[in-house]
């Protein structure tokens, strides 16, 4: 089974998004999919009630999941690692152990803007519509992943 791992900051909005979306399509006999954030500031809570009303909105339902923070351990644990943006990559980089923890880490968004680094912007203190947005860019960068991981 391959596993693989969504991170942002908090695990509470673009994180849980992403672990929800690549989920739906991805067969679960397969494919594990989780998340986690580089801060703990949210451990043990849900995703932000945006974040829910916007999966709900495309038919995903993310109120099982609950934030946790990243850790070492996470890199035995997963084969990939996805960042939301440069400042979380970086942090996920810093704890690795070797060379080979590093290869797991991937920007999300590079799936479908090639070597760019573009970030996935966290929508937390802005409006519904930064919700949307990130949805959308999310569900077009999982398209691809999902697309890679069933040809592999």
Same mark, same amino acid.
């Given at each position: 089974? #391959? ?19 690549? @989920? ?51 890199? #035995? $644990? ?20 070797? $060379?080979?923890?590093? @290869?797991?880490? #991937? ?28 949805? #959308?860019?999310?569900? $077009? ?12």
């Amino acid at each position: 089974m #391959k596993k693989i791992l969504m991170v942002c900051l908090g695990n509470i909005c673009r994180s849980p998004l992403a672990e929800g979306i690549l @989920q739906s399509k991805l067969s679960s006999d397969n494919f594990f999919v989780d998340s986690a954030g580089t801060a703990g500031y949210h451990v043990g809570e849900f995703p932000d009630k945006r974040s829910i009303e916007v999966g709900l909105k495309y038919g995903i339902d993310i109120t099982n999941q609950r934030s946790r923070k990243f850790n070492k351990s996470d890199f #035995k $644990e997963f084969d990939l690692i996805f960042a939301m943006d440069e400042s979380n990559y970086h942090n996920i980089i810093t704890m690795s152990n070797d $060379e080979t923890d590093i @290869q797991k880490v #991937k920007m999300i968004l590079n799936e479908i803007y090639p070597n760019e680094n573009r970030n996935v912007p966290d929508p937390y203190y802005g409006g519904d519509q930064g919700f949307e947005n990130v949805y #959308k860019m999310l569900d $077009e960068a999982c398209n691809v992943v999902a697309s890679k991981l069933e040809n592999e």
